[in-house]
């Protein structure tokens, strides 16, 4: 090849951002993580059975409402009939600054793939108890929204395929779009085929130094897979976990079989400490392009380099690849 020396370099760079890119993604979460974290199981903030501690008392952590059924082996938000909702809320504000949300699930039912829905969401949110239109919580909600979408409502253009994993950060004034799937609002997402599978099914949501990270453990091979991380996401301290669900026309059963939520201790610096202090709102420092998705990306790339000189193997066979 005959390229101008510059050109040649620049391709070389945006090699090289790639191939970090390839192999941060697949290592860095686990890597990374394990040597900074201790986790710590919060038992007020999680459910597991016999499910003691949801129930209508004051003295319970959990509360239930709608048409939420609390079997032995499950809470049952919804069952597989139509126009239905049912929600789990938290009753004890959360102030964890960082954590790992651990959810086992199952959707199933007898309708025939995309004719079931809507779907199962989990929040942390200033709102709590109240029936709405985004999987049976309010709209316009203040906090974080994690949504197992299994309905294709906007699927004129098929780039998609359902369930759909997605996340959206609200801050009260900006709408979830049902109809579209929430895809003017969504932070990014993934295809998950979690319903009627044969194995367990797992979600994991971790809020770590302002990094939002999702992944996926429901092909039954007890490993997770990412479905989406985004740097830079402020929350509060102070809002409620909840798990809600919704049926419409189409239906399904939705199970949360256990909901275990893990302090994470992570060491901060005196600046984030008071960064922290100052967030009223929750924000997300970087808006996806409705179009795409280039926006985080190269965030990514940015967010991940100084990562790159930690783990040391890929680097070697980086320099094997680009140097030999
Ligand atoms: C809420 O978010 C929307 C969209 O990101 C933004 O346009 C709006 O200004 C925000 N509202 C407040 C009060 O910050
Ligand atoms: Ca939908």
Excluded at 42 to 67: A, D, I, T, V
Excluded at 71 to 84: K, V
Excluded at 191 to 205: G, K, Q, S
Excluded at 234 to 244: D, H, I, K, V
Aim: glycine share 8%; proline share 4%; hydrophobic share 35%.
């Amino acid at each position: 090849m005959n390229l101008p020396y510059s050109l040649a370099n620049k391709i070389r760079l945006s090699t090289l951002l790639v191939l970090i890119l390839a192999f941060t993604s697949s290592s860095s979460g686990e890597n990374t993580y394990e040597d900074t974290t201790y986790e710590f199981l919060k038992r007020e903030y999680s459910l597991s059975k016999p499910y003691q501690g949801l129930g209508s008392s004051s003295s319970s952590h959990w509360e239930f409402m709608g048409n939420t059924m609390i079997m032995p082996e499950n809470i049952r938000l919804t069952p597989d009939s139509q126009s239905r909702q049912g929600a789990v809320w938290s009753r004890i504000p959360c102030y964890l600054r960082d954590w790992e949300l651990r959810l086992q699930f199952k959707i199933h039912g007898e309708g025939k793939k995309n004719l079931n829905g809507d779907g199962l969401a989990i929040w942390l949110t200033k709102e709590r108890m109240q029936i709405g239109q985004v999987f049976g919580n309010t709209n316009f909600f203040t906090g974080l929204g994690v949504f197992i979408d299994t309905y294709p409502n906007d699927d004129k253009q098929h780039e998609r395929t359902f369930p759909f994993i997605s996340a959206m950060v609200g801050n009260g004034s900006v709408a979830y779009d049902h109809d579209r799937d929430g895809r003017s609002t969504d932070l990014g997402g993934c295809a998950a085929h979690v319903r009627n599978v044969e194995y367990d099914t797992f979600l994991l949501i971790r809020y770590m130094k302002n990094t939002l990270t999702v992944m996926t453990d429901i092909e039954g091979k007890q490993e997770w897979k990412d479905c989406l991380d985004i740097p830079g996401v402020r929350l509060p301290q102070g809002y409620y976990f909840g798990a809600s669900s919704a049926t419409g026309d189409l239906s399904d059963n939705h199970d949360l079989i256990s909901f275990k939520l893990y302090e994470l201790t992570v060491e901060r610096s005196p600046e984030e400490e008071e960064e922290q202090q100052e967030i009223t709102l929750p924000s997300v420092d970087y808006r996806v392009d409705p179009n795409g998705n280039t926006v985080v990306t190269i965030t990514l790339h940015l967010f991940f380099f100084h990562n790159i000189l930690q783990i040391s193997p890929n680097v070697c066979i980086l320099q094997h690849l680009l140097f030999s």
